[in-house]
């Protein structure tokens, strides 16, 4: 008995260690990128390798804000371009699951495999053509673009997950609606949705982070000032002679703590959806 | 006159498909077969003017003679390798730990997936930073842990290959360690609790236990992250744009700066199709295995 606690005290003693250890190696590039938004360019260019900046100082936030008159529009230009591609791709790709998942038509199949294909193969294929493509219209450097190539995106994996969802919900709910005189609109809107709201938080989730956080997309279509998001604005603290490297990190922080928020509220909608895939 | 029911049905079909084939069509699946046209032409961003031909298979030619060639195809491959080992390793040691009851464990769940959030971008300006040979945090860490002398070790092969690596399995153990878990949760307690009891130890337990009741998953997760470290080149062209001397020059960065950089599109296409043939050999098994619940 008494070799038992010992043993359940180191069990316990080990869990900790490896906790903290997965704590630290999660968070550690989180927090050097805090510090070093924190601390002046003096104390960057220092020999210490101290992970506490010696001078808090918020100078990098301030510069950040004095320097870029146009700071405010790149974050509403971000905010756009990922909510609306966000909600979009809520709407779509639960249009499209709900047909696969409930409907049998010709060209299911068909539809099926390109959405397996298009979540899976690399985007830098796509890339190189839709640019010559979007130039031919001369639909580049518009964020509307980047929006809906976003959307685009997003809509495979979404609808992947979507149709295993979908598939769980037992159709006796659809037919007895059905039954009352309630049209498929009707059905979709009234008895699935409700029920759906937690797995289309989750695809909005993985879609808003997705957008967010896009450099490549964003910095092929988009070229003039006006119409940057945030991530290609770190682009413009990097020059060619002289690295604001202290201002890149406070972007970097704003650039992130909305999304680490964001997916910290929700990350347990998004665990139970994946996680359904397996549960049977 | 009302429609009959067989009709209604085909027409709400269209209204739903429609939004989203649309958009994937046009932004997905016609790229995509435009790149094999591309592949055949002299397209070259800067003489768009004069008009693309056919040239054959002069691009995959020009590409199937690159001096780097031999060298791209292991570092992909090896990226491959290290990643797909480097995730299922790492997500099955944080699933195994996150399947224990310990008090906080939905916020280390929580914690645990962060790195999937924070943007690959952001992350790859932070090690930017602090692998600066001058004065960068982890590189002046690294320096007085091992002695090696403070030059970038980014600019170094094989130290580069590591970080470029280790910043995609960072990224990606997450989603294999919620997956795992989820598999974990199905396996019965009271398999172990008989295994405790014939005196089966931890290991052995987990082997003839664990391992072969979560197998499928595992073989589904080995897929599709390799599919994923396939996808990955935008760490790699920020950190390093695939040099030093090509050491992590995998194909997907090597398409980018050959088209966006060198602007040889017609090579890049070339590229991208030979890509998609590789994707492939993933993507079939991929679908075999998950895409028959509809059916």
Known sequence: MKNR??????????????????????????????????????????????????????????DLWNNNTRLTQWMINTLYATGVSTLLVIITSAMMAYGIAKFRFHGRKGIWFVIAMTQSIPWVIALIPLYMTLSDLKLLDQLNTVMLVYTACFIPPSTWLMVGFFKKIPDELENAARID???????????VLPVSVNALTAIGLTAFIGAWGDYITATTILKSKASWT??????????????????????GTIISVPVIVLFLWFEKYLVNLMAGGIKE | MRLSEKRKT??????????????????????????????????????????????????????????????????????????????????????????KKFWGRTIIRGISMLPWAIPAFVVCQIFLLSFNGDYGMLSKFLTALFGMSSSSYLATEVPAFIVVSFIHIWKAFPFVSVMLLAALSTVPGDLYEAASIDGANKWRQFFSITLPSISPTVVTLVIMQAMASLRTFDIVYLLTEGGPNYATNVIGNDIYVNGFKLFKMGMASAEGVVLFVISMFFVIPYFMREGKEIS
């Open chain 1, 181 to 191: 005189g309630c049209s498929n609109w009707g059905v979709l809107l009234k008895i």
């Open chain 1, 5 to 62: 606690i010992v043993i359940n005290s180191l069990q316990r003693l080990m869990i900790l260690v490896f906790v903290l250890l997965l704590c630290a190696l999660v968070l550690v590039p989180f927090i050097i990128m805090v510090s070093y938004s924190l601390r002046t360019n003096a104390e960057l260019y220092d020999f210490g390798i101290s992970l506490i900046p010696k001078n808090f100082s918020l100078k990098s936030y301030q």
């Open chain 2, 10 to 99: 085909q027409l709400f079909l269209v209204q739903l498909m429609l939004p989203g084939v649309l958009l994937v069509g046009f932004f997905l699946v016609y790229p995509i077969a435009k790149s094999f046209v591309m592949s055949v032409t002299n397209w070259h961003l800067l003489r768009a003017a004069d008009g693309h031909y056919f040239v054959g298979f002069y691009n995959f030619r020009e590409f199937f003679g690159l001096t780097y060639l031999k060298k791209t195809f292991t570092v992909t491959a090896l990226f491959e390798l290290v990643s797909v080992v480097g995730t299922i390793g790492g997500g099955m040691l944080i699933a195994l730990l996150l399947n």
């Open chain 1, 230 to 251: 945030l991530t290609i604005a770190i682009q413009y603290l990097q020059g060619p002679f002289y690295t604001e490297w202290t201002q890149i990190m406070a972007l």
